[in-house]
């Protein structure tokens, strides 16, 4: 299939499923969208989309960007097991403390894996499709740029396909992820005392007005320590230390992408957005990313082995 074809189907196709996801599922679920944010939730799914898109353009003679019947088979696998294993969590794990509904969510790691594995258009439609559909089962309203921001970060993930040495990336990326992570403390730091609106207990009299734990801001930072541990320990295994590196940073800007549009949309500060959606969605997830996606990688490899691929 012709690149821009393939990249401009595979992207319109993301589109369209959250535009039918929008205004045929959502408003059926417990806690549908205030419809009134849905141009803004729409401009920023197309932000998100041009994002892709650019990176594809700017790098259009790679071949990480053929899309032929082996990565829509991924695609697929991708989208559905992340949405199955979003669902199971959002379900039954609890609810992280933050400004909005965050849920633990290890299955982050499907589509960092499927990018990395697969290339970043598989990974952006695993993230974007599967999140929409994981929300969508657990009854969640659907948050259209957060898939988008989902997406984003198995698109990231996916980029070292693009470097012919991807050990050389490996420094800059993890110095960067480094620069963001520390950014998110300072942030923290400077506003501790924004809100965990989502917890209420009557008998200790708080009513979304307890301050977002320590614990969530440090998991950014434990999360960043692992990843350069495994960037170091793992550092003969290239498939596994640069695999978690560019899932680092697809996390970082991914989720950051979706928490810095509620801005816009939900009318939250800078600082709320960064500390009462940021950290409580990217610091988890770059834990998972850290023990998750090694294991992943691990697994694949053995069943390439035994396959003779």
């Given amino acids: 299939m012709n690149k821009i074809v393939g990249i401009l189907v595979a992207l319109l196709v993301v589109a369209a499923i959250i535009v039918i996801g929008v205004y045929v599922i959502d408003p059926k679920l417990d806690f549908p969208l205030d419809r009134a944010t849905v141009p803004m939730r729409f401009l920023f799914v197309g932000v998100g989309l041009l994002i892709a898109f650019a990176v594809y353009y700017a ?3 790679n071949n990480a960007w053929v899309i032929g019947t082996r990565e829509v088979v991924w695609m697929a696998i991708g ?3 992340y949405a199955v294993f979003s669902w199971l969590f959002n379900s039954s794990v609890f609810i992280v403390p933050s400004l909005s509904q965050v849920a633990l969510r290890p ?3 499907i589509p960092m894996f499927f990018g990395y594995a697969f290339g970043p258009v598989v990974g952006f439609f695993s993230g974007a499709v599967g999140n929409m559909f994981g929300d969508a089962l657990t009854g969640f309203g659907l948050s259209p740029q957060w898939s988008i921001g989902n997406g984003l970060v198995g698109f990231i993930a996916g980029l070292p396909l693009l470097f012919s040495n ?4 490996l420094d800059t990326v993890l110095l960067g992820g480094g620069a ?3 950014v998110g403390m300072i942030i923290y730091l400077l506003n501790r005392t924004e809100l965990n609106r989502i917890f209420y207990d009557d008998n200790k ?3 979304g007005d307890a301050v977002i734990s320590p614990y969530i801001a440090a998991s ?3 999360g960043f320590i692992l990843v350069v541990i495994v ?3 793992w550092r003969k295994n290239i498939d596994i230390a640069t695999a978690v590196t560019w899932s680092m940073l697809g996390n970082i800007l991914g989720i950051g992408f979706a928490a810095i549009s509620d801005i816009w949309i939900n009318g939250f500060t800078p600082a709320a957005a960064i500390v009462g959606e940021f950290l409580p969605a990217a610091g988890p997830n770059m834990i998972f990313a850290a023990i998750l996606v090694p294991l992943l990688v691990v697994a694949y490899a053995a069943v390439r082995r035994q396959s003779g691929r």
């Fill in 59 to 61: 790098t259009r003679a």
């Fill in 79 to 81: 989208a559905a097991l």
């Fill in 107 to 109: 299955a982050i790691a």
């Fill in 166 to 169: 991807r050990k050389k990336s």
């Fill in 180 to 182: 963001l992570t520390l």
């Fill in 205 to 207: 009299g708080i009513y």
């Fill in 220 to 222: 950014l930072l434990i």
């Fill in 231 to 233: 960037r170091f320990v």
